[in-house]
Nanobody
Framework: QVQLAESGGGLGQAGASLRLSCVLS???????LGWFRQAPGKEREFVAA????????RYADSVKGRFTISRDNAKNTVYLQMDTLKPEDTAVYFC?????????????????????WGQGTQVTVSS
């Protein structure tokens, strides 16, 4: 079993930056990882994903060029650097663990590609 715990959410103004962190605990960590978000009244949507090696990433079009996903396997942590924030980025952000055992595999936007989920952290961006 794998547990994921997000942190780093909060309140920011449009144009500002925030960095989210997600720490993994439990079993051995060769998981591909991703970030999703859910805004009020909307479905959960894919934000970004990264391979276990960190060499491959994938982004939603809505955040491409503004958000950066990265990981530090020595710290069992995945990050989401969010720059040039917009009010429409307001949401609860979740990290998730996908398939393990492959260094280059990057999961996609489908939630069923992920097996473990964190509880989420709120990000609110004011205009």
């Amino acid at each position: 079993q794998v547990q994921l715990a997000e942190s780093g959410g909060g309140l920011g103004q449009a144009g500002a930056s925030l960095r989210l962190s997600c720490v993994l605990s439990g079993r051995a960590f060769t998981y591909a990882l991703g970030w999703f978000r859910q805004a009020p009244g909307k479905e959960r949507e894919f934000v970004a994903a990264i391979s276990w090696s960190g060499s491959r990433t994938r982004y939603a079009d809505s955040v491409k060029g503004r958000f950066t996903i990265s990981r530090d396997n020595a710290k069992n942590t995945v990050y989401l650097q969010m720059d040039t924030l917009k009010p429409e980025d307001t949401a609860v952000y979740f990290c998730a663990a996908g398939r393990s055992g492959s260094t280059l595999y990057v999961p996609g936007h489908l939630q069923n590609e992920y097996y473990y989920w964190g509880q989420g952290t709120q990000v609110t961006v004011s205009s």
